[in-house]
């Protein structure tokens, strides 16, 4: 009897784990939680986002505001949920649980250091270099304008510090997404093709090659298939002057989405 009452509290499982959320801030906030929090988030959002929310082929954490919103509300609502039609999946777990995840993900923006600001750099400097001799704008979008070969700028301000611009110019390799992996290939018939990763699996690759063309190959028919872990976007430590750099931080530093009503900065 006590067996069978146990299958029934099993089964009813489910359905208690629905989270509703009865909450609109965080109510967690102990010691324990958040290393409930750390350990719920290793698993199940870590491969993604990164230990130190910076990494992986997930969007950056480590930052001041994000683009679904910085309500407690609005990111229980995302974590639960997911972002349909990208990678980020919805969790199964109970309300509080989910309360203590994001108590953990709170402490990346702090990782993030300071807000961008424009530091020394000359904004305008910065926005005529991306435009024109950095050509930025031929692999990064700003708005409506530019390529879709790496991610989108529009937002460069609230994703990145300062220092994590200077560091993705001056050394693209250290850190690049799964979603902006480079590859190299020649077909059959001898034609080479280099451009980023958008999906693979056993049999065949999806890529976006450097014209934008979205492309798939069977990996079987290729002379050569090659994932260098360099950035498909160069090196500008040896194109740009250190004063260039920080035109640019600063430009970018200026790149933020208007999300408060009517509000201006
Ligand atoms: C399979 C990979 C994957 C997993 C697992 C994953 N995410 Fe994500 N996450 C993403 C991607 C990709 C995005 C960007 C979605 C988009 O383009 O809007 C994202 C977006 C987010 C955002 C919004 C960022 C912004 O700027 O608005 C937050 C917050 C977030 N994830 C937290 C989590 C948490 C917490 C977990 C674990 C419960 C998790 N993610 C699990 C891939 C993942
Ligand atoms: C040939 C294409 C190309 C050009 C030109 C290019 N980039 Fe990139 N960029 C990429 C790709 C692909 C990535 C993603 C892989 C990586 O992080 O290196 C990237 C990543 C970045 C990142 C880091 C994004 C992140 O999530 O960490 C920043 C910042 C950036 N680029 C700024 C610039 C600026 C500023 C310029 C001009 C001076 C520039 N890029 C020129 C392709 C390019």
């Known amino acids: ?11 009813a499982l489910p359905v208690l784990l629905t989270a509703a959320r009865t909450h609109e801030t965080n109510p967690m906030s102990s010691a324990e939680d958040f290393a409930e929090g750390r350990r719920l988030y290793r698993i199940h959002c ?6 130190d ?4 082929r997930g969007a950056r954490l480590a930052r001041r505001s994000y683009r679904h919103g910085d309500s407690d509300a609005e990111m229980f609502d995302l974590i639960e949920g997911g972002v349909p039609g990208t990678d980020m999946p919805g969790v199964w777990l109970e309300e509080d649980d989910i309360w203590r995840i994001l108590l953990f993900v709170r402490t990346f923006a702090a990782k993030a250091g300071e807000s961008c600001v424009a530091g020394q750099g000359d904004v305008a400097a910065g926005e005529r270099l991306f435009s024109g001799q950095g050509s930025c704008l031929a692999c990064h979008t700003v708005g409506p304008a530019g390529g879709r070969l790496g991610p ?48 693979e699996n056993s049999y065949r690759i999806y890529i976006m090659d450097r ?4 492309r798939a190959f069977d990996k079987g028919k290729l002379q050569s298939l090659e994932t260098p872990t360099e950035s498909l976007m160069p090196a500008y430590g040896n194109l740009l002057t250190e004063a260039q750099i920080e035109h640019l931080v600063a430009y970018l530093c200026t790149l933020r989405e208007d999300r408060r009503e009517g509000g201006t900065e």
């Open 46 to 51: 870590g491969v993604c986002h990164g230990m």
């Open 1 to 11: 009897m006590r067996n069978l009452l146990n299958l029934a509290a099993l089964l």
């Open 211 to 214: 014209a934008e063309n979205l």
């Open 53 to 56: 929310g910076n990494t992986g």
């Open 152 to 199: 989108d700028m529009s937002f460069a301000g609230e994703m990145f510090t300062p220092d994590q611009i200077r560091r993705a110019l001056l050394e693209p390799a250290a850190d690049v997404a799964d979603r902006y992996r480079t590859v190299r290939l020649v077909t059959a018939g001898g034609e080479r093709v280099e451009g980023v990763v958008l999906n």
